[in-house]
């Protein structure tokens, strides 16, 4: 009888201490970083460095949203250039990064909350360019093909063989396709589509829609699992109640 009762007490023992284990320290903070990416992610006044309340956009107010469910403290600050905050989400413990794509060779690299939003990645020509629609991106290696250097897009020509003429912001590819300086940008939808509009740039064409991807917030390994918990439930419970849509099309 008293051996059952010790068994039953240490079980009951191990279980809270399990709840325990898994309650987040209320003291914990994330150091949350971005860049000025077009409708998902950018700074109020436009420049290259942000902080807080300064910065806005699709991405940015989910996440913000996200975080303050979770009950997850958080600084934010939005950077230059994306290689660099990527490095920094990359090797510091407590960093996290948002928006990027979720892709195969990334997966073990971060822990990751989403997906945030729909990033379809396409070849955008000028409206009265000759180009007509391309079948694969084999088709558009004959081309000079301008991406976002350090984008996920960008990776992937390269990959195919393409090699791409990259920026160090996308939005210069905007003005280079209207130039004549390349013949296809390699960039997001509706991303690209928002950020041609800010330089000015209309009448765009899509040739080729190459890939369907999600965007992520991706967050060191070293951040407890316990955090990416907690954000996901709280992510998803977003979505579900319309939180998510309604932030996507207020800005689109």
Known sequence: MCKRLLLALCGTFLVLSSVVRAEVDPNYSVVLLTE???????????????????????????????????????????????????????????????????????????????????????????????????????????????????DAIAATLAEQGLEPLTTLRDQENAKKLEKGQIDLWATGDPAGRYLAKQEGVSGLKTVLRFNQAELFLALNKDIPDEVVQKLQAALDKMRTEGFVDDILNSYL
């Open 36 to 150: 000025n990416f077009p409708p998902y992610n950018m700074a109020i006044n436009g420049k290259n460095f942000a902080a807080e309340d300064n910065i806005d956009g699709i991405a940015t107010d989910i996440v913000k949203e996200m975080f303050k469910r979770a009950g997850i403290k958080y600084t934010l600050s939005l950077r230059f250039p994306w290689d660099r905050i990527y490095k920094l989400a990359l090797e510091k413990p407590g960093y996290g990064i948002f928006v990027t794509a979720r892709l195969p060779e990334r997966e073990k690299l971060f822990k990751w909350v989403g997906p945030i939003g729909p990033d379809d990645w396409v070849l955008l020509a000028k409206g009265d360019s000759p180009i007509q629609s391309l079948k694969s991106l084999a088709d558009a290696k004959q081309y000079k093909v301008g991406a976002y250097k350090g």
